[in-house]
């Protein structure tokens, strides 16, 4: 350098780096969520073929998630300490090669113990994402930067879904987990090749007795804890819909054919807009504000989808879509606003986010065998109650986010 550039020369390769991490963490989106969700618009088919009850089918859900959950802190760890490229390019490989091996197994059990390692491997990813983000994006930026993010999460999560939900009209539930797997190692290669090297990352190496304190501080913070609350209540609300939702259409009333009934997961296009609008929203109008108006949505969609009309199932499940993803986006950009510590902080944020999903995807079954769907809803419902509550009590202790100024963070 001379001295001399002018400052929209100096931005330039600044702006393309981080036109690049978006762009990747999108293909990383697509890649992780895919193969996290492979198994879910297949549930019904599962419980067929292996002659089990919709909760024990679930676990080829809530097992990938539950360990994922436990995964989490030890994979921030090992990214704070080897680097977080290669946490999530690792990750991301090894997931799609466990992925491979799902249709091979001979039962159930195999099956979901395949499930609960790709679970461990998955965590890579979704520890160090929102981190990586933040460190590599500027403020004015970094809401824009996670809806992207999270936008490429719902199309992961649709493909994971609508894929298989596709082949299952045409041939077994084997071949529907090959055709998703071979899409989600296809992403994992897009994935690995776009990603640029950090620049705002710094290896901190540490004991437990480190880590331990860095996981203290940040459940110290209340305004943290009541975004590790939301994000449990979240995921586990949303999932617990999704989990089964598929045998509510393929039976009574509905009697739906099971690739039929799995395309309703098209519906997750809603969360992909949801996730890059709420982003840019909260940027300019306050994380509290649009959190409430997408716990709202959520909420109202979920009421929508109890009468026995598909029409009205529908519309609830895309309102309660579009609220969820609007919330996720907005609440996991407010930790990354609030946080000192990014990478613990993130974390905790995840591991909340994913145990939400073990546990009460696992729990709604009980609550769907005892009362259907209404039963469900009446769960979901119960979650919100608390939800809110975390909520209020986030700006009524002044952590409302302030709107962040225009100026970039400094490097």
Same mark, same amino acid.
């Given at each position: ?54 909760? &024990? ?36 490989? /090894? ?20 499930? /609960? ?95 331990? +304190?860095?996981?203290?501080?940040? =459940?110290?913070?209340? $305004? ?61 109008? $306050? &994380? ?13 969609? /979920? ?12 519309? +609830? ?10 919330? &996720? ?35 709604? +079954? ?9 039963? =469900? ?35």
């Amino acid at each position: 350098m001379t001295g001399m550039e002018s400052p929209a020369l100096l931005e330039r390769p600044r702006a393309a780096h981080e036109k690049r991490v978006t762009i990747a963490l999108f293909a990383a989106g697509l890649t992780t969520f895919a193969a996290m969700y492979s198994t879910q618009s297949l549930l019904p088919s599962l419980s067929a073929a292996f002659a089990v009850p919709p909760a &024990h089918a679930a676990l080829a859900v809530s097992l990938t998630t539950g360990f994922l959950a436990l995964a989490i802190v030890p994979a921030g760890v090992l990214a704070a300490r080897i680097g977080r490229t290669k946490v999530m390019i690792g990750s991301a490989i /090894a997931a799609s090669a466990l992925g491979l091996l799902l249709p091979l197994a001979p039962t159930l059990n195999v099956l979901l113990a395949l499930r /609960a390692v790709q679970g461990i491997v998955l965590a890579g990813v979704p520890a160090v994402a929102m981190a990586y983000l933040a460190e590599e994006i500027g403020a004015a930026g970094l809401g824009a930067a996670m809806g992207v993010y999270i936008a490429g999460t719902t199309i992961g999560g649709l493909a994971g879904r609508l894929i298989p939900s596709i082949t299952l009209g045409v041939a077994s539930w084997r071949w529907a987990e090959v055709s998703v797997s071979i899409a989600a190692a296809l992403c994992t290669v897009w994935f690995a090749r776009t990603l640029p090297p950090s620049r705002g990352f710094t290896p901190r190496p540490a004991g437990l007795g480190t880590l331990l +304190g860095d996981l203290g501080r940040q =459940l110290r913070d209340r $305004g943290l804890l009541a975004l590790f609350g939301l994000a449990f209540l979240l995921m586990g609300s949303f999932v617990s819909v999704y989990n089964f939702l598929g045998y509510r259409l393929t039976h009574r009333p509905f009697d739906m054919p099971a690739a039929l009934a799995g395309s309703v997961f098209v519906l997750y296009l809603a969360g992909t807009a949801a996730s890059a609008y709420a982003g840019r929203l909260a940027d300019r109008r $306050g &994380h509290h504000r649009i959190l409430v108006a997408a716990l709202a949505l959520m909420v109202a969609g /979920a009421l929508i989808t109890i009468p026995d009309h598909l029409s009205t199932v529908l519309l +609830g499940v895309l309102l309660f879509t579009t609220g969820f993803f609007g919330a &996720h986006t907005v609440a996991s950009a407010w930790v990354g606003t609030l946080a000192e510590n990014r990478g613990a902080a993130s974390s905790l944020y995840m591991f909340a986010y994913y145990l939400g999903s073990a546990v009460v995807g696992s729990a709604a +079954g009980i609550a769907y065998a005892a009362g259907g769907w209404l039963g =469900l809803v009446a769960c979901v419902t119960a979650l919100f109650v608390i939800a809110a509550i975390l909520v209020a009590s986030l700006v009524t202790a002044g952590r409302a986010a302030p709107r962040p100024s225009r100026a970039r963070r400094p490097r």
